[in-house]
């Protein structure tokens, strides 16, 4: 079992940045690839980026390619979603996941979930 806790979300002006942070405990981080996801009301979950287990492999959406920067660090069990250039069609719930393959992580089908962090861009 793998336990997942988002930080770092907040409101913020369109143009600015943040940076999501997941703390996972549980299971081995260093065999889990690792997720980031959002949700807006009343729209699916959208895969944003994930991050192979070793941290040499990453993968971006479209929506978020260019102006966010996936990382992890497996001596301290988190991952991080930088995102700068923020615009008011971010605002939604971040999700990090964890799953040992990667693939999962793209389809939304990763076998651990966090419970979600609120962003708000104003404009």
């Known amino acids: 079992q793998v336990h997942l806790v988002e930080s770092g979300g907040g409101l913020v002006q369109a143009g600015g940045s943040l940076t999501l942070s997941c703390a996972a405990s549980?299971?081995?981080?260093?065999?889990?690839?690792m997720g980031w996801f959002r949700q807006a009301p009343g729209k699916e979950r959208e895969f944003l980026s994930h991050?192979?287990?070793?941290?040499?492999?990453?993968y971006y959406a479209d929506s978020v390619k260019g102006r966010s920067t996936i990382s992890r660090d497996n001596a301290k069990n988190t991952a991080s979603l930088q995102m700068n250039s923020l615009k008011p069609e971010d605002t939604a719930v971040y999700y990090c996941?964890?799953?040992?393959?990667?693939?999962?992580?793209?389809?939304?089908?990763?076998?651990?979930w966090g419970q979600g962090t609120q962003v708000t861009v104003s404009s």
């Open positions: 549980g299971r081995t981080f260093s065999s889990l690839a």
């Open positions: 996941a964890a799953d040992v393959n990667p693939w999962k992580l793209r389809v939304r089908l990763a076998d651990y």
């Open positions: 991050i192979s287990s070793g941290g040499g492999s990453t």
